[in-house]
């Protein structure tokens, strides 16, 4: 029998986020812009081409199965309007984190980007409705790595597969 462990969703704010990545908003003295707009720099590293790409998360159950790290880049995700989704973090570590270390947040408006090994749940989690939609930057070598050269072991993302240790964790949109 698996083990379940239950993790609730709490309120995405910038220091509740902060051990996992930054919130992508408007924050602190802007750096540039003219009449008319404003702008503020956002720290996105990659060792290699960024990849902008729009990614659908199709509803599912609210079980997270895999979780992944990213060595060689910080990940930035923003939602495209439609429904809120979760999605399930836990703080950079050299090893999988422990399951109840793994922190759920409600992505409505507002952006993340993850800090350079920042675990994540693979999939994000609409609340409602068929799929939600994200802006998702990341890099080239990594998105290759992940789907062009499916089966082979990778380098540059460390996966733990919490559904073959055993471990059940819910996503409990109650709590």
């Known amino acids: 029998m698996n ?12 220091e509740a986020f902060a051990p996992y990545g930054r ?11 003219r009449d008319g707009y404003d702008i503020w720099l956002q720290p996105f590293a990659a ?3 960024p990849r902008l790409q729009i990614v659908r998360y199709h509803a599912r159950p609210f079980i997270v199965g895999v979780i992944e790290r990213h060595l060689h880049v910080t990940e930035a995700r923003l939602p495209l309007g439609g429904p809120p989704a979760i999605i399930v973090v836990a703080e950079p570590s050299e090893t ?3 399951p109840e270390a793994l922190r759920a947040f409600r992505l409505d408006r507002t952006g993340v980007m993850f800090h350079r090994g920042t675990w994540h749940a693979i999939d994000a989690y609409p609340e409602v409705g068929a799929y939600a939609d994200f802006l998702f930057l990341s890099e080239e070598a990594t998105v290759d790595e992940l ?3 499916a089966g082979k072991p ?6 733990h597969d919490l559904a073959a240790a055993g471990i059940d964790v819910v996503i409990d949109t109650n709590l």
Request: a positive charge; proline letters at 21%.
């Open 3 to 14: 083990r379940t462990i239950r993790i609730p969703v709490a309120p995405l704010t910038p």
């Open 23 to 33: 919130l992508l908003w408007p924050d602190g003295p802007r750096h540039a812009g």
């Open 47 to 49: 060792e290699t081409r």
């Open 96 to 98: 999988p984190p422990a």
């Open 147 to 149: 789907f062009a050269n």
């Open 154 to 159: 990778p380098q540059r993302t460390q996966v």
